[in-house]
């Protein structure tokens, strides 16, 4: 006998819920009723030692087991096995209304949106319901960082109340097993354009032991999103060290520079800016080789960094902007070189230093160029 087919699906996450996971249940099952379609509630049991599954199962839920621990392991394993046409994914402990299940189907049900966040900051937080530091610090910053990498426009990227689509989900191909599973949802809708909406709701205190770990979970998710990030986790701060660094050379080439009557510059801060242009020039090659990567591996589309650099940028050329800093930086060292030969082998205080830094840095980068260029290369054959 063939199943009827299901339109909507809630699932929710649970770890030692007994005294919550009842209540939503029934939530749910109300709201599903109210709203006319045929559900079912999923319940993707974390390993709970209490009656958590039990009471979910006396109340008609299924219970999908999880054993490996991780609240983003506990959705993969509920959304795998969710059947609707519609998902609306909320917490078991009670911090969210389920009744508030209609509105998330009748957005998606319009086919103007893929996926519906539920908005804590833009609807109520109840008295008690989130900690000052999660409030005002830890979901503002996160949520701020991942619009300004994703280049999206969420008010709230930490809620745990969604909906979206199957199809939506099935190009999510979601992975991630913590709390960054939030923020991974979002970046992967972004990168795979799909239409975000928010709707505001109301977000109340938890009932029993917290699970969240503030600074743990929150160092997950700010790493998660650096690491797929590459632009501000590399190229930013490289780009800037480089610029500093040959800033402050090209400053200081001429010879010692005075900003007030005892502060001044010389040859140490030459030095200094040397080496900040070639650790820039390093990073810059890290977040170039992350980027290429991340867009032949599929984890996020091209953007033009990555299209400049596979297709505008050859090796060949790479390798002739390499040659031609190393011949330049030799070509520097050589002029020290002949300086401290026909003046006796002797240096003239720091006139023939500040040339041989520039050689000296010129041909390191050079050499970086190369390389750089080399392995870039290897990325683009793999790629092909």
């Not at 519609?86 to 189907?105: C, H, K, W």
């Not at 390499?322 to 520097?332: E, F, P, Q, Y």
């Not at 720091?350 to 750089?372: E, I």
């Amino acid at each position: 006998m063939t199943e009827p087919e299901v339109e909507v699906s809630v699932v929710m996450p649970c770890l030692n819920e007994e005294q919550t996971v009842g209540e939503c249940v029934r939530k749910a099952q109300k709201a599903l009723l109210d709203l006319g379609v045929t559900g079912e509630v999923i319940v993707a049991d974390n390993g709970s030692t209490d009656r958590s599954v039990e009471i979910a199962e006396s109340l008609g839920a299924r219970v999908v087991h999880q054993p490996e621990p991780g609240y983003g392991n506990a959705y993969l394993a509920g959304l795998a096995a969710a059947r609707g046409r519609y998902i609306v994914m909320g917490d078991s402990d009670n911090t969210y209304d389920f009744a508030e299940l209609p509105r998330f189907v009748e957005l998606l049900r319009q086919g103007r949106h893929d996926l519906v966040i539920g908005s804590r900051l833009r609807g109520t937080v109840k008295a008690g319901a989130m900690p000052f530091l999660h409030r005002y610090v830890g979901t503002p910053v996160l949520t701020a960082l991942l619009n300004l990498f994703v280049g999206v426009q969420i008010s709230d990227t930490q809620s745990g109340m969604r909906g979206l689509t199957r199809e939506a989900y099935r190009r999510l191909r979601l992975k991630t097993s913590g709390m960054e599973f939030a923020s991974e949802m979002i970046v992967r809708a972004a990168r795979e354009r799909l239409r975000i909406a928010e709707i505001p709701i109301t977000y109340y205190p938890r009932q029993g032991e917290s699970k969240l770990r503030t600074f743990r979970d929150g160092w997950r998710h700010l790493r998660f999103l650096l690491l797929h990030s590459p632009t501000y986790l590399f190229l930013v701060p490289g780009a800037t060290l480089l610029a500093m660094g040959l800033g402050l050379m090209a400053l200081l080439s001429a010879g010692r520079v005075y900003f007030t009557g005892t502060f001044s510059l010389d040859i140490h801060a030459m030095i200094v800016g040397s080496l900040a242009a070639i650790l820039g020039f390093q990073v810059i090659s890290l977040g170039l080789y992350a980027k290429a990567y991340a867009g032949h591996a599929g984890l996020e589309e091209d953007d033009r960094v990555t299209r400049a650099l596979t297709r505008s940028f050859t090796l060949e050329q790479g390798l002739a902007l390499g040659a031609a800093a190393i011949l330049l930086g030799l070509g520097l060292l050589g002029y020290v070189v002949y300086q401290w030969v026909s003046h006796g082998f002797i240096l003239e205080g720091n006139l023939q230093l500040r040339p041989a830094l520039w050689g000296l840095t010129l041909t390191v980068l050079g050499v970086q160029t190369v390389f750089a260029s080399f392995f870039l290369g290897v990325l683009g054959i793999r790629h092909r």
